[in-house]
């Protein structure tokens, strides 16, 4: 289990408002998705599925696999499959959940998996009032827990801003097996 029960019933209301959930962030990994070449991608907190419908206007014809545990027509143990994409979905994961659902993303794929996660509070509010953002930290505290499960081939930091303020940064680890060499090209 990745979610407690509470909270993924938090989290199926919340996925009723149509701008939550919608994989916006997605065009930022879709150039490396096609240069993968990759028969399938396992979209790990898939929401609304919305990186399906990205994948398809940029010409990328890999299987899209969807895996929600909050969204129940999402929430089967997923296939195993090439590319992981875990899009804008670490930080809403519980902290008594994070090791769990980082291993069993490990256990997920084949060739890569590629994390964006956002180190800053989000716009958004639970239906409880709390930040959406529920596991908000820092990039090097991600660097650390992606590496007790991947090996980081590359890692990208940015500032996120809103409104032309900096809120905080935006970070992108492109991840192969544990104790393996990453070739997205072959």
């Known amino acids: 289990m990745f979610i407690s029960h509470d909270y993924k019933l938090l989290q199926e209301e919340r996925h009723l408002d149509p701008t939550y959930g919608t994989a916006d962030g997605a065009r930022v990994i879709l150039p490396m998705l096609k240069q993968a070449n990759a ?7 898939a929401g609304k599925g919305k990186l399906k419908e990205y994948m398809s206007s940029a010409g990328i014809s890999a299987e899209y696999i969807p895996y929600d545990p909050a969204i129940y027509e999402f929430s089967s143990d997923p296939k195993t499959a090439d590319i992981l994409v875990c899009l804008d979905v670490c930080e809403y994961i519980e902290a008594d959940y994070i090791d769990a659902a980082l291993a069993h993303m490990a256990s997920k794929f084949e060739r890569a998996a590629i994390f964006v996660i956002s180190c800053f509070p989000s716009q958004n509010e639970l239906d409880c009032g709390r930040n959406a953002h529920i596991l ?20 990208k930091a940015a500032e996120a801003k809103i409104d032309g303020r900096i809120q905080g940064h935006k970070i ?15």
């Open 39 to 45: 028969r399938s991608v396992l979209d790990y907190g």
């Open 172 to 186: 992108m680890l492109v991840c192969g097996k544990k104790g393996s060499r990453l070739d997205v090209e072959a």
């Open 136 to 155: 908000l930290r820092s990039p090097s505290w991600w660097f650390s827990k992606i590496w007790s499960n991947f090996e980081i081939v590359d890692f």
